[in-house]
């Protein structure tokens, strides 16, 4: 079974920068592709971005493109959202996902996941 758990949210500015990490346990993540998925209230999860597991690729939503980076340390077993020019818009729970399936992935899908953590609060104030 794998356990996921994201740190690193908390309460900022508008145009503040933020680092999440996401840190698994029970399975090595190297071999499978994770993604950062967000939720806000009353608003459906999203996709955030994504990576594959080798890193060879990364993948963004628009609304994010040009401001996050998502990166993976398969020596940490851990994966990293690096949030720069946080908007008010950011604010939700952000989550780490990966999957079941390794060499596959990553997906805009969230039903396609089969491990989520618990989540991290973002918020952004203007």
């Known amino acids: 079974q794998v356990q996921l758990v994201e740190s690193g949210g908390g309460l900022v500015q508008a145009g503040d920068s933020l680092k999440l990490s996401c840190a698994a346990s029970?399975?090595?993540?190297?071999?499978?592709?994770m993604a950062w998925f967000r939720q806000a209230p009353g608003k459906e999860r999203e996709f955030v971005a994504g990576?594959?597991?080798?890193?060879?690729?990364?993948y963004y939503a628009d609304s994010v493109k040009g401001r996050f980076t998502i990166s993976r340390d398969n020596a940490k077993n851990t994966v990293y959202l690096q949030m720069n020019n946080l908007k008010p818009e950011d604010t939700a729970v952000y989550y780490c996902?990966?999957?079941?399936?390794?060499?596959?992935?990553?997906?805009?899908?969230?039903?396609?996941?089969?491990?989520w953590g618990q989540g991290t609060q973002v918020t952004v104030s203007s």
């Open positions: 996902a990966t999957f079941s399936r390794a060499y596959t992935g990553p997906s805009r899908g969230a039903h396609e996941y089969d491990y």
């Open positions: 029970g399975r090595t993540l190297t071999y499978y592709a």
């Open positions: 990576i594959t597991w080798l890193a060879s690729g990364t």
